[in-house]
C-alpha cells in the first residue's frame, strides 16, 4: 500500500468517525428535546392536579366506594407523573463522566493541554473520534430509552387523571 493512499484510506475513517460524531450528536439533541418538551408537559399536569387539592380534600373525609375509587385514580395518576418524572431526569441530567477519554468529548477537551491535543497521530485520532462516537451512541441509547420510559408513565398518569375527572364529580 503506498502512502498516499494510506492517507486517502486514514482521511476516508476520519471522515467517516467525524460524520457519525456529527449524526449522533443530532439524535442526543432530539432528546434532550423530546424530554424538554416532557417535561413541561410534567410541570402543566402537577400544576392541574395540585389545583385539584380542594376536590381531593372533599373526597379523603367522604367514606363511599365511588370516592375511594376516584382517590385511588389520583393517587395512581401522582404515582405514574412521579415515576415519568424520574425518567425525565435521568434524560435529560449531564453525562460528565464517561469510561473513555477522548479529545472529541468536553469533559476531556476542557481539562487537556493544548499540546498533548496537537501532539496526536492521525491513527490516533480516527481511534478517538470513533470512540467518541461510540460514547455518544450509549448516552443517546440511554436518553431514547429513559424518554420512552417516561412517556409510557405519563400516559398511563393522564390515563388516570381521566378516570379521576369522572369518577370525583
Known amino acids: 500500500m503506498t502512502q498516499s493512499t494510506k492517507a486517502k484510506i486514514s482521511g476516508d475513517v476520519d471522515t467517516d468517525a467525524r460524520f457519525a460524531i ?4 443530532a439524535f ?7 424530554a424538554g418538551l416532557l417535561a413541561a ?8 392536579v395540585a389545583g385539584q ?6 373526597l379523603i373525609h367522604s367514606h363511599t366506594a365511588a370516592d375511594g375509587l376516584a382517590l385511588s385514580m389520583m393517587a395512581l395518576a401522582v404515582l405514574a407523573f ?3 418524572a424520574v425518567h425525565v431526569v435521568q434524560a435529560i441530567q449531564p453525562r460528565v463522566d464517561s469510561a473513555v477519554s ?5 469533559p476531556t477537551l476542557a481539562d487537556a493541554e493544548i499540546d498533548d491535543l496537537v501532539a496526536v497521530c492521525a491513527a490516533a485520532a480516527v481511534r478517538e473520534a470513533w470512540l467518541h462516537a461510540k460514547q455518544l451512541s450509549l448516552i ?10 417516561a412517556l409510557r408513565w405519563f400516559a398511563l398518569g ?3 387523571l381521566l378516570a379521576w375527572s369522572f369518577l370525583a364529580r
Open 22 to 25: 456529527t449524526h449522533v450528536a
Open 28 to 34: 442526543i439533541t432530539n432528546a434532550d428535546a423530546k
Open 41 to 48: 408537559a410534567l410541570s402543566f399536569t402537577v400544576a392541574a
Open 53 to 58: 387539592r380542594p376536590e381531593i380534600a372533599k
Open 82 to 84: 412521579t415515576i415519568s
Open 102 to 106: 477522548t479529545r472529541f468529548g468536553w
Open 140 to 149: 443517546a441509547r440511554a436518553k431514547f430509552t429513559a424518554i420512552t420510559v
Open 158 to 160: 393522564a390515563a388516570f
